[in-house]
């Protein structure tokens, strides 16, 4: 896994990191993560309308990392402190493999933090395929491996959206 990771950037410690401001409220109803440059992509959380989490939606890539600061890193991070998991996600225009890197790197930097609270980590990829839904069974059999080898990944073409 390559990737520039200068250590000095990244949060130590939870307490670190949650002084960082969240994108979201406290208990919001529905959170997106969205970004310009992802040619449209996008991650959707519903929060519990009966029993609201209480979530953090956290900017790494321009926020918790300055721009040209930190490496390589994916673009936001979902706490969710109600059901002890947080949400590494990218977003990307086209590659995924270099999604995929990113968010390990990110996993890499963040895991100490994270498990500092408790948290289990889950990766997700929401990506624009540039095959236009043609899938080869090359590409198919690649990433049905990459679920296996990183149960906690999940992925999706444009948009992405899950129940808290």
């Not at 991070?77 to 990307?92: M, Q």
Request: net charge positive; hydrophobic share 30%; charged share 30%.
């Amino acid at each position: 896994m390559k990737g520039n990771t200068d250590k000095s950037y990244w949060p130590k410690s939870y307490a670190e990191l949650k002084e960082h401001n969240s994108q979201c409220d406290l208990q919001a109803k529905i959170i997106v993560s969205k970004d310009k440059n992802s040619g449209g992509s996008q991650h959707v959380a519903k929060n519990d309308k009966a029993h609201p989490h209480n979530v953090y939606q956290y900017l790494l890539d321009g926020d918790v990392l300055p721009h040209g600061a930190g490496g390589t890193r994916a673009d936001f991070l979902l706490v969710d402190e109600t059901a002890c998991t947080a949400r590494i996600i990218e977003l990307k225009a086209g590659d995924f493999d270099k999604a995929l890197t990113q968010v390990q790197i990110t996993d890499r930097q963040l895991k100490p933090v994270l498990r500092e609270r408790g948290l289990h980590v889950l990766w997700r990829i929401v990506y624009i395929s540039r095959t236009h839904n043609i899938r080869t069974n090359r590409e198919h059999s690649k990433k049905k491996s990459l679920k296996e080898q990183y149960p906690q990944l999940e992925y999706k073409n444009k948009k992405m959206a899950e129940n808290l």
